[in-house]
């Protein structure tokens, strides 16, 4: 598995691993398939897309991230999403760590949002050191509460 920023070429495949993840479910079932596109393909242009791919270039997850999308200031993980049958194999992990390996070069820490309900998300981020340090009910659905999330760049010694 290799990290690399996405390409128009993936667009399509990150549209339907995101549709048929629980995070696609939960907060996209109301979007047509196109405004998905249209939004992945703002962010492959934008260079804010990376994709986990096999050495056939199939996409096995992806990462959304904006540099100075938290408090325009620190990087923000805006989604994390991994294909179906891929999941607990170590492709979240890796794609967390390439924008850890990326960001913290330059900034000292980087944020996320995730549901309250998201147990299986929040699980990942927690053992990789991500720390809660809000909630924030409504954010995205009225029903339900994020969890804003932050890790700080280790300190190296």
Known sequence: MQIISAQ???EIQCRDILIHSPLGETYFSRRSQDEI???LQQAVKNVELFAAVDSDGICLGFV?????GAFQIYPYIHMLVVKEGFRGRGVGTELL????DVWFADAGKLFLVVGEHNVR???LYERLDYVQ????????????VECLMMKSRPIEG
């Open 121 to 123: 998300a929040r699980r």
């Open 133 to 144: 340090v809000g909630r924030i009910p409504g954010l995205y659905r009225e029903d339900i």
């Open 97 to 100: 760590r390439y924008c850890e």
């Open 64 to 68: 959304w991230a904006h540099p100075r």
């Open 8 to 10: 128009p070429q993936h």
């Open 37 to 39: 596109t249209q939004l």
